[in-house]
């Protein structure tokens, strides 16, 4: 490359030199002409004066700013235990209820009955049941004394059993009533706020119908997606914070999962934090998420007057006294700086503005 540049300044040389004995033999303008044309053109070919700049060393922990969403900790979906029509309900979307609240009452007035009618039949049933007793306690006085033969003693025992077997089943029936009547209440099975209602009065519920969405616990998920080149960066990652839609309020989120697997299509992961929920968060709302890296890195920076952008990130430096191009892979940028995440290594220098110049160019290094 030097004895490529040594024949090209040679060259020019030569035709300096003839533009100036040639010049000896014109009129002045033209002679003043061809000087000028000489030493622009001399000038042209002559190395360009370049600057060099190692790049700034940064410690920092590096992070990220995601947009991510509010999720209930947990869903519940809330459905009859028992078929009947919905007399009533009691809560609206958004209400936060207690555990074994009250949440929608289904045909009390048919279970209230069949509740009454299976407390009278164990009534009945115990009445029977001591009156069998009576007898067969009368027929065994009987039977002590050879009054009465013991066939007719069976008979008593036998009666007496009966009754108390219709008593027990009355009573497994009356508990199964009191369990309906109970049951036609349907109850918070935890503590949360309602999401969605999916039911009116006057509507039939059948067994297992979901009738409202319940979320649990006074805590919200935080969801987030994060691109896969960060996948490594969070290992040991503990908490994240997060704002929630255009307040300034930062809250903290545990981390809660890492999904193990990088969707194909979006080349990103999810991670999942919980928080307790002040009452400004509702599922559905969006989070702006900050990750930050728990282990400080090194990081890259060069003014960005020293990379070339407006093709392929570059920069420029210099080899053998010529420019020649290396690609790099540049990140984040603030006023006056550029970050380097691949292409150049620590203490490597490159040009300090790449304006007007291209691979090639002879230079020279100064300062």
């Known amino acids: 490359m030097k004895s490529e540049r040594l024949r090209q300044f040679s060259l020019v040389t030569m035709i300096a030199l003839s533009l100036v004995v040639g010049a000896c033999h014109q009129p002045d303008e033209e002679t003043d002409g061809i000087k000028n044309a000489a030493e622009a053109l001399e000038k042209a070919l002559a190395p360009r004066e370049v600057?060099?700049?190692?790049?700034e060393i940064r410690s920092e922990q590096p992070s990220i700013q995601l947009v991510g969403e509010i999720r209930a900790s947990d869903i519940v979906l809330v459905s009859a235990e028992i078929g009947g029509k919905v007399d009533r309900v009691l809560v609206e979307v958004g209400d936060r209820v207690a555990k074994d609240a009250p949440l929608i009452e289904v045909d009390r007035e048919t279970f209230a009955i069949y509740l009454a009618q299976s407390e009278a039949n164990r009534d009945a049933a115990?009445?029977?049941?001591?009156?069998a007793e009576k007898d067969l306690e009368r027929k065994q006085d009987l039977?002590?004394?050879e009054t009465i033969p013991q066939a007719t003693l069976d008979q008593a025992q036998a009666g007496f059993d009966l009754a108390k077997a219709r008593l027990a089943a009355s009573e497994a029936s009356m508990r199964l009533a009191q369990r309906n009547f109970d049951r036609s209440v349907i109850r918070a099975p935890a503590a949360g706020a309602i999401t969605e209602r999916m039911v009116v009065a006057g509507q039939w519920a059948d067994v297992g119908e979901g009738l409202l969405e319940l979320a649990?616990?006074?805590n919200v998920k935080i969801a987030a997606r994060v691109p896969e080149s960060w996948v490594g960066r969070f290992v040991d990652l503990e908490t994240f914070s997060f704002t929630v839609g255009n307040g300034s309020k930062n809250h903290t989120a545990k981390i809660y999962s890492l999904q193990p697997v990088v969707r194909e299509a979006s080349r990103s992961f999810e991670i999942v934090g919980t928080a307790p929920n002040d009452g400004t968060m509702r599922p559905g709302m969006f989070a702006n998420v900050t990750l930050t890296s728990?282990?400080?890195t090194a990081t890259l920076w060069l003014p960005a007057s020293a990379v070339a952008t407006s093709d392929l990130p570059q920069v420029l430096m210099v080899v053998d006294d010529e420019i020649v191009y290396r690609k790099v892979q540049i990140g984040r940028r603030d006023?006056?700086?550029i970050e380097i995440v691949s292409g150049l290594d620590t203490g490597e220098q490159v040009i300090l503005n790449t304006s007007g110049l291209a691979r090639g160019l002879p230079v020279?290094?100064?300062g």
């Open 143 to 145: 039977r002590s004394d």
């Open 364 to 366: 020279k290094i100064i």
């Open 51 to 55: 600057e060099l700049v190692t790049p």
């Open 294 to 296: 728990p282990e400080a």
């Open 216 to 218: 649990l616990g006074g």
């Open 126 to 131: 115990r009445a029977d049941l001591a009156l």
């Open 335 to 337: 006023s006056w700086t």
